[in-house]
């Protein structure tokens, strides 16, 4: 142990520039840390000061000086929220947010504070929260040395694994679409492709022009033809054999119903995996199937006295017909479906889905000649699709040369004066034509065209769920009450006619049985429309949760294992921290969370006897299988701990259900829900009124007519005969047609925007600008001064503390700069659309290239372990690589844990006490 010393001004001084950068970091950090946490309690809102009440003690208001400063100058004063009458604030923040919090923190509020356990209250922090915060603050603050620190050699952000993500974009890719032989550049998935090649039209029988719509249509002597249609799948698999794979492929044709029986098999035998609408077998393209035959249904009526063979003929093969690609939009469909499916190693290795793919009766090596002939006819067809993408790209870069020279311009007049952002928008006062505007503005206008009508290509024609989506538009655009809209717009008041809708969505009403299990589940009092709405709904979900579970334990787990099952019972029912120590002892054991929910002694009933260790190691030893699956290719052996992950993943979305129909049972919630609407609302709708919002709102309605027929026309026509510059041309001009429109709204609303809404909007923004710039200008308002005077601090031990804090986040960076080198190692996906998209951020990133985070006053170290952070939080549930990541990152952590913060944590009151005196004199 070292000297303790009272009086150490002189030994802090001493500290060296990268000593000093870190303790600041840490003692930011921590005090972040503290005050997220105590955001849990329900005095939260009175410790963040006015406009809030304060029921208690004033000491609270210098509890949370970074949050309190960041509430005052940024939360409260968000244009729409400020715009509004101070009584109507006061109100808001008082009588509506306040007793939300109090209410929601007194029912979810863990017991963390009777607990010693630091390490558990820290992990609960909203990490992103904290990293944002933290980059903010970090940026803001500085220390004696924090410049120095900058200008010396250390280990930087460019050090720690910033790879060249961005090259000067070549828009010099091949399209050259896989052939069937090309086994290197298909797309895998757990070493698996598959592809619907070709389609065959093999029966077409004539029955009745039946129609819906018209009942003496069983009079009429037409006919219509049906077609029985098979898809050809392609199933490729691939191993490695020391650096190279080897690949084996065959050939299996399914009809569209046995995708139907696959998948409910798949339901089934997985019901907590196929739960996910992704995994929805997609439905028959009903204007595809009119097409097939020229594009109306006129088109594929015959007389009855008109040979039936002739007609057959007409039709037969699997060529094009009317221009079109037989059931081209549902091969694309279900090779997506399928796509999804394999990502799943369960489900890929399933028996069920095997046989679906690889059913010995059925496979075959070669395709027909009539099936090549389709499936060139259908490559042909992609590689205009993605010619077309390419086509996006060529333009869009030839834009962004314009831009960045532009963007480049405007970031120096950015970083001498951050008053620049709304300069730039006065043009958009002056004049409502994009033809008056800036140069910088014309040129983004232009970038963001060419970003939309790339975004409606990639989305309604190219990816193979794409005619899905576009029905889906379409279908809603036609049920839209455009004009019911517009004239509310046009002859009412919106702002009444919204309060009138909320008033009868939020009415209080006697309750009423609506079928709830029990009396104690139902709502206590009178309740609303909403909440009875949403309740039900989610009672809905939960009856599908209770079936899911009895499907699992009446079929899959016998009562031996209910021990098990009862403890992922308990499990869900946990409060937080001891769910956070459960997932912690996982992390210590480096062992599955899930057997560690099995197994520890922090949930009851605990495993006692004989029978149950017995039956705890078999599960281990499927788990053990079940890592192994993409080796062993069989999921036989994982079935026992694959059912009890099910049962567990359903538990926890039902526990989560759960959570949210009692939350739309509080009244503070559905009081939260009217209010924000109110007050966001209200100001805005006032400026869109006088704006004349039914003129654009008629305009509007005008382009969703012009872009849902071009859209249409394309994805079933002319997609498959116009050359790819055309399909270019063809969205471009639309956005250019319609996009006078959108500059003489904006236009309006600035010069009818009476409380100055939007640019209050951009002053905001620029307030965050000025933030990082004050330690430029005058830093003593930003400069933290360390001191130890009063204090017994541990010299030694501070020092050893001090070092081991920095030796943590360095080794923190090589572990990110390491994992990513090996990431980009693995081998990637050499297919045509990863090219395309890979190039697509090439493109993107011309704009901000030669743009660093310093340029605005941010370290650029600062703002990659931010995005480190965020990286972190996405680890769960991925390849080996991001587990042994996490391994270490736990590892790490743990190391400096048990070295401790106990001698850095002491100077925590100083720097708080300085925090508070220079945030309440920074005004914004």
């Not at 691939?238 to 139907?260: A, M």
């Amino acid at each position: 142990m070292g000297q303790l010393v009272k009086d150490q001004g002189e030994f802090l001084d001493g500290l060296s520039p990268t000593q000093e950068h870190f303790l600041k970091k840490y003692l930011l950090e921590h005090r972040l840390y503290d005050e997220l946490h105590s955001l849990s309690k329900p005095e939260a809102c009175e410790m963040l000061g006015p406009p809030f009440k304060l029921k208690s003690s004033s000491e609270k208001l210098d509890e949370l000086p970074l949050l309190s400063f960041f509430y005052r100058e940024f939360g409260s004063t968000f244009p729409f929220i400020a715009t509004n009458s101070p009584k109507d604030q006061l109100s808001f923040w008082q009588d509506t947010v306040q007793p939300f919090m109090e209410k929601f923190n007194q029912e979810n509020i863990s017991n963390s504070d009777e607990r010693s356990n630091s390490t558990t209250k820290r992990r609960q922090i909203n990490r992103k929260m904290l990293s944002g915060l933290l980059l903010f603050y970090n940026s803001t603050f500085i220390t004696n040395k924090d410049l120095k620190y900058q200008s010396d050699t250390h280990l930087k952000a460019s050090d720690t694994g910033k790879l060249d993500k961005f090259q000067k974009s070549s828009n010099e890719i091949a399209i050259s679409v896989a052939g069937l032989d090309d086994y290197e550049d298909f797309k895998y998935n757990n070493d698996t492709s598959i592809n619907v090649v070709a389609v065959r039209d093999v029966s077409a029988t004539a029955a009745p022009a039946y129609s819906a719509w018209n009942p003496l249509s069983y009079m009429s002597s037409t006919e219509v033809q049906r077609h029985n249609f098979e898809f050809i799948l392609q199933v490729t698999t691939r191993t490695l054999h020391g650096c190279n794979y080897q690949y084996g492929s065959h050939f299996i044709v399914r009809h569209y119903h046995e995708f139907k029986i696959l998948s409910n098999a798949l339901k089934k035998a997985y019901p907590g995996l196929m739960a996910k609408r992704s995994f929805e077998v997609p439905l028959k393209n009903k204007a595809e199937a009119e097409d097939y035959f020229g594009g109306e249904y006129e088109a594929s009526i015959v007389s009855k006295s008109s040979s039936i063979a002739e007609t057959k003929e007409s039709g037969s093969g699997s060529g094009m017909k009317g221009g079109t690609l037989p059931r081209e939009k549902l091969r694309l469909a279900l090779r997506g479906y399928l796509r999804t499916l394999i990502m799943i190693p369960e489900i890929i290795h399933s028996k069920a889905f095997q046989k679906f793919i690889s059913d010995s009766s059925l496979i075959f090596n070669e395709l027909t000649p009539d099936d090549i002939i389709d499936f060139n006819r259908r490559i042909e067809h992609e590689k205009k699709s993605f010619s077309t993408q390419l086509e996006f790209q060529k333009q869009t870069s030839k834009v962004m040369i314009q831009l960045t020279q532009d963007f480049d311009d405007f970031k120096k007049k950015l970083i001498l004066d951050p008053e620049t952002i709304s300069t730039i928008f006065h043009d958009i006062k002056d004049s409502g034509s994009i033809k008056d505007q800036s140069q910088v503005i014309k040129t983004f206008n232009e970038w963001c065209k060419l970003e939309v009508a790339a975004t409606l290509y990639h989305t309604f024609l190219s990816q193979d769920n794409s005619a899905e989506w576009l029905n889906k538009c379409r279908r809603f655009h036609r049920l839209f009450p455009y004009n019911f809209v517009y004239g509310i717009l046009r002859y009412t008041n919106p702002v009444k006619v919204v309060g009138k809708l909320l008033d009868l969505l939020l009415m209080n009403i006697p309750s009423i049985s609506f079928g709830w299990g029990n009396d104690s589940d139902k709502p206590k009092g009178g309740s609303n429309l909403l909440s009875i709405i949403f309740t039900m709904l989610l009672d809905e979900d939960l009856s599908d949760f209770e079936k899911e579970l009895t499907s699992l334990r009446e079929e899959k787990l016998d009562s031996d294992y209910d021990i098990f099952l009862e403890r992922i019972e308990a499990y869900c029912e946990l409060d937080n921290d001891t769910t956070e120590e459960i997932k912690q002892e996982s992390e210590l054991k480096s062992d599955d969370l899930l057997l560690t929910v099995l197994s520890t002694d922090l949930i009851s009933p605990k495993l006692s006897t004989s029978i149950d260790h017995f039956k705890f190691s078999q599960i281990k030893s499927s788990f053990q299988s079940y890592q192994l699956i993409s080796i062993e290719k069989s999921v036989t052996k994982s079935e026992l701990f694959l059912n009890l992950k099910q049962y567990w993943q359903i538990q926890i979305r039902k526990k989560d259900t759960k959570v949210l129909k009692q939350l739309w049972k509080e009244p503070e919630l559905t009081n939260l829900l009217r209010e924000t609407i109110t007050i966001f609302y209200q100001p805005l709708i006032q400026v869109f009124a006088k704006a004349q919002m039914h003129v654009v709102f008629k305009s509007f309605q005008t382009f969703m007519n012009d872009l849902m027929r071009e859209l249409h026309l394309l994805s079933n026509k002319e997609v498959y005969y116009l050359n790819p510059f055309q399909i270019f041309n063809r969205l471009k001009a639309l956005l250019d047609k319609h996009e006078d429109v959108l500059w003489r709204f904006l236009h309006n609303v600035y010069i009818n925007d009476e409380q100055s809404l939007f640019e209050n909007v951009i002053k905001w923004t620029e307030k965050y600008l000025f933030m990082l710039r004050i330690k430029f200008v005058e830093e003593d308002k930003v400069k933290l001064r360390f001191s130890s005077k009063g204090l017994d601090l541990d010299r030694e031990l501070f020092m050893v503390q001090l070092n081991a804090r920095t030796d943590s986040v360095v080794k923190k960076r090589k572990l990110f700069k390491q994992y990513l080198e090996k990431k980009s190692l693995t081998p990637k996906d050499t297919s045509l659309q990863s090219k395309l998209d890979q190039e697509w951020e090439v493109v993107n990133g011309q704009m901000f290239a030669d743009s660093q985070p310093a340029d605005f006053g941010v370290s650029e170290e600062d703002f990659e372990e931010f995005n480190h952070a965020n990286l972190e939080e996405e680890l769960t549930g991925l390849g080996q690589l991001e587990s042994n990541l996490k391994k270490d990152l736990f590892e790490l952590e743990e190391e400096a844990r048990k070295v401790g913060t106990s001698e850095l944590d002491k100077l925590d009151v100083g720097v708080k006490q300085q925090l508070l005196v220079m945030l309440r004199g920074i005004r914004l």
